[in-house]
C-alpha cells in the first residue's frame, strides 16, 4: 500500500503560479504510475495529468496542456505539478493518486491509492 499527502494548493489570482506536491509513503514509490486530479464543486473529478514510472512519459488533458508540468523525484518520493498561467476555471479540489498497473491514465477508476486533496482557488 502506498499513502499520499497533497500539499501545496492556496488562493492565487490569474496568471499566477503554484507547485502541488504529493508525498509517498513506503519504499516502492517507483513502481506506482501517478496521476493528478481535479473535481469543482457539482462537476464530475477530471483527469489533468499522468507520469510514467521513470517520469519518461507524461500526459496531459487538453485544458492544461503548456500551463502545467507533472515530474516525480522517485528518490523524495514525491510527485510534482508546476501549474503557471493559472485562470479562474482550475479553482478545483487537487487530488495525486497511484497505480500499480494503469490502463487508460485518464479514467479515475484505474488509479488505487487516492490523496486527501488541496485546495486551488484563482480569482479572476
Known amino acids: 500500500q502506498v499513502q499520499l499527502v497533497e500539499s501545496g494548493g492556496g488562493l492565487v489570482q490569474a496568471g499566477g503560479s503554484l507547485r502541488l506536491s504529493c508525498a509517498a509513503s513506503?519504499?516502492?514509490?517507483?513502481?506506482?504510475?501517478m496521476g493528478w486530479f481535479r473535481q469543482a464543486p457539482g462537476k464530475e473529478r477530471e483527469f489533468v495529468a499522468s507520469?510514467?514510472?521513470?517520469?519518461?512519459?507524461?500526459s496531459y488533458a487538453g485544458s492544461v496542456k503548456g500551463r502545467f508540468t507533472i515530474s516525480r523525484d522517485n528518490a523524495k518520493n514525491t510527485v510534482y505539478l508546476q501549474m503557471n498561467s493559472l485562470k479562474p476555471e482550475d479553482t478545483a479540489v487537487y487530488y495525486c493518486?497511484?497505480?500499480?498497473?494503469?490502463?487508460?491514465?485518464?479514467?479515475?477508476?484505474?488509479?488505487?491509492?487516492w490523496g486527501q486533496g488541496t485546495q486551488v482557488t484563482v480569482s479572476s
Open positions: 513506503g519504499r516502492t514509490f517507483s513502481s506506482y504510475f
Open positions: 507520469i510514467s514510472w521513470t517520469g519518461g512519459t507524461t
Open positions: 493518486a497511484a497505480a500499480r498497473t494503469i490502463g487508460v491514465a485518464t479514467v479515475p477508476a484505474n488509479y488505487n491509492f
